[in-house]
């Protein structure tokens, strides 16, 4: 009896084993077979920064890269030119003139990592991912989340471009806070991938709003905000005017809404239009509000929504690299 306990103890442990062997994807593992149905693997982001962006993630993913190491090695491009300006190096200053960066990742497994208001480290997407690799926590703000990159062996930089500083005592003479999110066509990147293996994961990074108020806070380095991945679902993120997003907890509405069918399309349209209607609700002007959604369900399919025109995004997957248009609730 005890022989057979232990066997079928054994052989269930096995079968478990097995089980997590398949499921979780590793470098000598071979990718699971594209059935025709399957397009995989894909990466799309936000912007017309992505398509140069997207170019790094699929370097990753056509080797059969982890979807995690793809989407933080895509958000890098941006977050690494002083010329994209709302996203790390050469970011806009808040009105203190600081430059804070927002930040974070989830990778296939729910692992999560997030950093916020962190100042002087030129990737704070790999500090979200340090974040997430060598911590119990998952999210570390401010001069904690600087302490921690430094431990980590980032080098404290200046991020304050020249430029910045002076649009920034341009702004100082009548601070008045009203963020275009539109207002240059590149703003956060926000980057989901589906890897050879079928496996999601995805980054978001930005220096947020330009001239916020210091310690302000979006939805980009929120999970479930501005960022949310579901290996079983699919993927979405966010760019706009956080507040907007986080009201709703919009990436994890998105993927909700795919779990209950929605393609990823009617998805993004459903939470633009709870957007809208709290909008609405609140006597506040639309016109004044942006908010773009993408999503990326495990078949490969994709969509986009936003609230006004101006929102592109890029795709990039076995047929090529290309910018698409959002379609838009104003019309
Ligand atoms: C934020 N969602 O900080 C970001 C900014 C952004 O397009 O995406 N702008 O609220």
């Given at each position: ?107 296939e497994f729910s692992n999560i990592g997030s ?217």
């Amino acid at each position: 009896m005890s022989n057979r306990r232990n066997f079928i103890k054994t052989s269930a442990m096995a079968t478990v084993a097995v089980a997590l062997q398949s499921f979780r994807s590793n470098e000598e593992e071979e990718p699971i077979i594209t059935s025709g149905k399957i397009n995989k693997p894909i990466v799309i982001s936000t912007w017309n920064f992505g398509v140069k962006a997207n170019g790094a993630a699929w370097e990753v993913l056509k080797n059969n890269g982890r979807a995690l190491d793809a989407v933080e090695a895509g958000v890098k491009i941006p977050e690494a030119d002083p010329k994209e300006r709302s996203v790390g190096y050469g970011g806009r200053p808040d009105r203190d003139g600081r430059v804070t960066l927002d930040a974070c990742i989830m990778d296939e497994f729910s692992n999560i990592g997030s950093v916020a208001c962190l100042e002087y480290i030129k990737h704070p997407i790999s500090v979200a991912r340090a974040v997430m690799e060598k911590t119990p926590h998952v999210m570390l703000v401010g001069d904690g989340a600087l302490q921690f990159a430094l431990s980590q062996g980032f080098p404290k930089e200046n991020l304050l471009l020249e430029e910045s500083e002076k649009e920034w005592k341009e702004w100082l003479k009548k601070s008045e806070y009203s963020p275009k999110a539109n207002i240059e066509n590149h703003d956060t990147i926000g980057m989901i991938a589906l890897d050879s293996f079928g496996n999601l994961s995805g980054a978001c990074t930005t220096s947020g709003m330009a001239f916020k108020m210091h310690g302000r806070v979006g939805d980009s380095p929120i999970i479930g905000a501005g960022l949310y991945v579901d290996n079983e679902i699919g993927a979405a993120t966010a760019t706009g005017h956080g507040e907007e997003v986080i009201r709703i907890a919009g990436c994890h509405l998105v993927v909700e809404l795919m779990r209950q069918g929605k393609s990823p399309q009617k998805a993004c349209e459903e939470a633009v239009s709870r957007i809208v209607k709290l909008t609405k609700n609140r006597n506040k002007n639309l016109k004044d509000i942006q908010v773009g959604f993408i999503a990326l369900n495990k078949k490969g399919e994709y969509g986009a929504y936003c609230v006004q025109g101006g929102f592109n995004y890029a795709v990039n997957d076995n047929s090529g690299n290309k910018l698409i248009d959002s379609d838009y609730f104003l019309k």
